[in-house]
């Protein structure tokens, strides 16, 4: 939910009766005042030409800029990719792009991979999955080096930078990762739920979720493969909100986030 009117979207709290099959049962809130980010210095990548991004969100404004998921100051300071909203970019409005996504062999640490959907209805929840593996061809279809689909539909870039070879400024030995804002200036109020992250893996859409009578939900995330760097975080524990549940122990650490900011509402909430 939440790209333009998205004929899937996910129906709110109040519909109730036990529609969805799996439960996700609490989200995390990022404030743009506090900057508050979780954030985890990862290891040697298990295969540093593929990952999968998995997650639901939910925005109370659309911010001007806001980094979700970065390496070191990504956007912010030009030293890391990231995935970031941007209120203009292109000719285009309020749009979420892949920026600085680059290979050893191939993509620019200054270019973005976005498409043209406009994120403008924060009335619900919008699952967004990326799976990129630079040894796959071109840049267009569901077998491409970098794909993205939104809540279970495949959305095209209008522009794009392609990675070729290792990725070298993403999912990097030594190097501080954050979600939901980053540690510069990049900051935004959202919020987060079923935060995956599979390193060294191209996972398809169809693994975090399914279509039921037209409407995308979640699905169980069990017997996923997450490699060194792979995380789940559920939020799930208010005094650990960085905690992760895929068995790897790469727990993240909390900035400016109390137990407060375990937040009810849920892409199932109310079901």
């Not at 619900?124 to 061809?137: A, E, F, V």
């Not at 993403?170 to 980053?182: P, R």
């Not at 409407?215 to 069990?222: K, R």
């Amino acid at each position: 939910m939440g790209i333009l009117q998205n004929e899937n979207a996910i129906p709110s709290a109040s519909s109730g009766g036990g529609f969805y099959d799996y439960q996700i049962e609490q989200s995390a809130r990022f404030d743009a005042s506090a900057s508050s980010r979780l954030y985890r210095t990862f290891g040697t990548s298990s295969d540093a030409t593929k990952m999968t991004i998995s997650w639901w969100m939910k925005y109370d404004i659309i911010p001007a800029y806001q980094q979700i998921f970065s390496k070191a100051g990504g956007y912010g300071a030009g030293n890391g990719a990231s995935i970031t909203f941007e209120d203009s970019l292109g000719g285009y409005s309020d749009v979420m792009t892949l920026y600085g996504m680059a290979g050893s062999s191939g993509g620019s640490t200054g270019a973005n991979t976005y498409p043209a959907n406009a994120f403008r209805d924060i009335s619900g929840w919008t699952h967004c999955h990326y799976k990129m593996d630079t040894s796959k061809s071109g840049m267009t279809g569901n077998n491409a080096k970098v794909v993205l689909h939104i809540n279970g539909v495949n959305t095209p870039f209008v522009s794009t930078n392609e990675p070729s070879g290792n990725f070298n400024n993403f999912n990097t030995n030594g190097d501080e990762h954050s979600i939901g804002n980053g540690n510069g200036n990049t900051q935004g109020n959202i919020y987060l739920a079923e935060f995956i992250f599979l390193d060294g893996q191209y996972e398809d859409y169809t693994s975090f979720g399914s279509f039921k009578n037209g409407v995308w939900t979640p699905d169980s995330p069990s017997g996923l493969t997450f490699g060194t760097n792979g995380f789940h975080l559920k939020f799930e524990n208010s005094g650990d909100l960085g905690n992760d549940s895929s068995g790897n122990n790469n727990d993240f650490t909390a900035n400016n986030m109390g137990a407060d900011h375990q937040v009810l509402d849920s892409p199932t909430f109310g079901s």
